[in-house]
């Protein structure tokens, strides 16, 4: 059962589309709780689950789409609200006798909307005419009986319509995407007003929830819990801690791949600031002896990844009466697509290489947040910015920014490089509008000149680039007097090497990190 099944949930129903995600948080964004269900879900099954509202999400191109997914239509007689998107209002016409014929012209893009109905309950408070968010190609042509059609584009004839009698409401227009002028507006309507939901799915809410829900499920048990300075770890850590206060012991294995001053960091807000009973596993030697004239970045990580486990293990091992083993996994990482052929939920059990006969029951107290949802918790709970905030780091860490056999000599050299590449853009970048940042060392060098002697030093590459989600990405257009003194620094301060370049290539073909 899920424990948020206390308070009001709407279930946002996943047909396949990548909407479903920004739906699920638009929701939450007015603070009411929501999770994403898959279309194939029973009548019975939400019966059960009681949800206080559905939301039907965007889709294929049409209902007639090949394998186009349905949804149990004994839903629509629940009596619970429904808000179609795009394709779930489509399905909504077709479910419910309206007619939804096929259309050569699709609709693309922005579309101006102009209201038909301004008595009508869904589009209260939004202007005549204004800006919204296209993305089909069929169309409703005529609406189910007992519906009002309430907003029209140049193109289709029903942009929305509804039928307060049965709660039942739709747009073919995405509120969700931040293009759509009054998309918000239209999402708290049908929730709070509508509906009738409080908005009360707030931060301090969601921490109070979280930890009444840990103590539950520990009791007096004792948890173990894996820090790497990341903020997933970070922020299981400290609402671990706030939950159960010395039922807690963190392990940290530095690695010794960590950027400058990381290690340090985490021992002092974990150790000293949060007063976690903290392991603190000195591991750099033992992991440098491995890496030794190790090349092939599949095989760093490899051998960092294995090892990890190891020294947690054995420090695990030795705490007595642990039954627990706290998990950093995220929502995104649990939803169940609506689309069959997609992996289900993924299972982060088999991820975990439990030593023979050493088992520990996971728990996961993140899994129903979004990462934005962690980052907000975290700041909550008194972690500080730079955690909070802190970029995509790969586990290996430096191991896979330095290209080559790994050395004591280059990860202080591109520590020191690094530090400076991310003192210089975050201070320009102060509405951290670039995704990441981060130097890199290549296994090359080249002849220069400084002073009156040659030199023959290793060139440091600097990435920084602008990204959504780091499937795709593009390099930051960073001004030059910026990239100037980033040279200049690096050169001057950091021994041993003589060269910067900036890497200007975009993902794909690139890849965020070089390995
Ligand atoms: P690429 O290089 O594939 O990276 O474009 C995509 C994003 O993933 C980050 N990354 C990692 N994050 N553990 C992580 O938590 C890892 O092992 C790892 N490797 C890459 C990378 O920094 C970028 O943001």
């Excluded at 907000?376 to 970029?391: K, S």
């Excluded at 990860?411 to 690094?418: G, P, S, T, Y």
């Excluded at 530090?419 to 060392?441: C, G, K, P």
């Amino acid at each position: 059962m899920s424990y948020h099944e206390q308070q009001p949930t709407v279930f946002v129903i996943d047909f396949g589309a990548q909407y479903a995600q920004l739906i699920a948080r638009r929701v939450r964004e007015a603070k009411v709780y929501s999770e994403i269900v898959a279309h194939d879900i029973s009548a019975e099954e939400i019966e059960r689950r009681r949800p206080a509202a559905l939301i039907l999400s965007g889709g294929p191109a049409s209902v007639y789409a090949p394998g186009a997914p349905k949804m149990d239509p004994r839903i629509y007689d629940l009596g619970i609200p429904i808000l179609g998107f795009c394709y779930g209002m489509q399905l909504m016409a077709l479910d419910l006798g309206g007619q939804v014929p096929h259309t050569d012209i699709g609709e693309y893009g922005f579309a101006e909307l102009t209201v038909m109905e301004p008595e009508c309950r869904l589009l209260e408070g939004v202007s005549e005419t204004s800006q919204v968010w296209m993305s089909h190609r069929d169309s409703v042509g005529t609406v189910p009986e007992g519906f009002l059609v309430t907003a029209r584009t140049g193109i289709t004839a029903v942009a929305s319509m509804e039928d307060p009698s049965r709660g039942l409401y739709a747009t073919q227009f995405h509120p969700e995407v931040a293009h759509t002028e009054y998309g918000q507006q239209i999402i708290r309507r049908f929730l709070h007003d509508i509906v009738g939901i409080p908005p009360v799915w707030t931060m301090v809410n969601i921490i109070d929830e979280a930890v009444e829900h840990i103590r539950e499920q520990v009791g007096s048990d004792k948890v173990i819990c894996g820090l790497s300075g990341g903020v997933d770890s970070s922020v299981v850590a400290a609402l671990l801690h706030r939950a159960i206060g010395d039922q807690l012991t963190c392990v940290f294995v530095d690695h010794g791949m960590l950027r400058l001053d990381e290690a340090t960091d985490v021992v002092r807000v974990f150790g000293d600031q949060f007063r976690i009973d903290l392991v603190h596993v000195q591991a750099q030697e033992r992991y440098l002896g491995l890496l030794r004239d190790v090349t092939d970045p599949e095989f760093k990580r490899r051998i960092i990844g294995e090892e990890f486990w190891k020294v947690f293990f054995d420090e695990a091992t030795k705490l007595e009466g642990v039954k627990w083993l706290a998990q950093g996994t995220l929502y995104p990482d649990v939803i169940e697509s609506g689309n069959k052929t997609a992996a289900k939920i993924k299972s982060h059990h088999n991820l975990i290489p439990f030593p023979e006969g050493v088992h520990f029951d996971l728990i996961e107290p993140l899994r129903a947040l979004f990462k934005d949802e962690v980052r907000a918790v975290g700041a909550e709970l008194g972690l500080p910015d730079e955690i909070v905030h802190r970029q995509p780091f790969p586990g290996p860490g430096l191991a896979v920014r330095i290209i080559g056999a790994i050395t004591d000599e280059k990860l202080d050299m591109l520590r020191k490089a690094d530090a400076i590449v991310r003192e210089e853009i975050s201070n320009w970048d102060t509405e951290r509008s670039v995704w990441q940042y981060f130097a890199v060392l290549p296994d090359i060098r080249s002849v220069g000149v400084m002073g009156d002697e040659r030199t023959y030093g290793h060139p440091i590459i600097i990435r920084a680039v602008s990204s959504a989600d780091a499937m795709t990405a593009d390099w930051a257009r960073l001004p030059h007097e910026l990239l100037a003194k980033m040279s200049n620094r690096i050169i001057n301060e950091v021994e041993g090497v003589n060269r910067v370049a900036y890497d200007i290539t975009s993902k794909p073909p690139g890849t965020i990190e070089w390995e």
